[in-house]
């Protein structure tokens, strides 16, 4: 498989028409690799769930298009629990020389899409299988 202009073209107009305008498609080459690798084509209004992957760093690599990932720290709410304060925005962009990021093992994060985007992501752990958490708002 090719990873050139066409391929991300497709994966663009399968965002198009999924309601939850993204599609991802998967590199690993086996059921029994362990890994999380793949192509996730993003558009602007997609919206990803503050989530955390405890067991894995995430590597993202953005081929194309402008987004920021946007990572959080948990502090203490006055109830006894946790509320997440963004901390930190990384802005990607291969036009302006930022290519990449890596989210430490354990942080909160999402995705803003600024314009259409395709990033590669890779992590330990199959998806569904990796202990990922998922934030909620109460």
């Not at 503050?50 to 402008?66: A, C, D, Q, Y």
């Not at 259409?116 to 990922?132: A, L, N, R, T």
Request: proline content about 5%.
């Amino acid at each position: 498989m090719k990873i050139n202009q066409e391929l991300l073209d497709k994966l663009f107009e399968d965002a198009k028409v999924n309601p939850r305008l993204r599609t991802n498609l998967d590199l690993r080459t086996s059921a029994e690799d362990g890994s999380q690798r793949m192509l996730n084509a993003m558009l602007p209004g997609t919206q990803v769930a503050i989530h955390r992957h405890p067991m894995s760093t995430e590597n993202v690599i953005l081929l194309k298009g402008r987004m920021d990932e946007v990572l959080y720290e948990e502090l203490p709410s006055a109830d006894g629990g946790v509320i997440l304060k963004e901390a930190e925005r990384i802005h990607l962009c291969p036009e302006e020389g930022a290519y990449g990021c890596q989210v430490p093992k354990g942080v909160w994060h999402t995705v803003e899409v600024l314009e259409p985007s395709v990033i590669y992501e890779g992590k330990d752990g199959k998806y569904g299988e990796d202990g990922s958490e998922v934030y909620n708002v109460m």
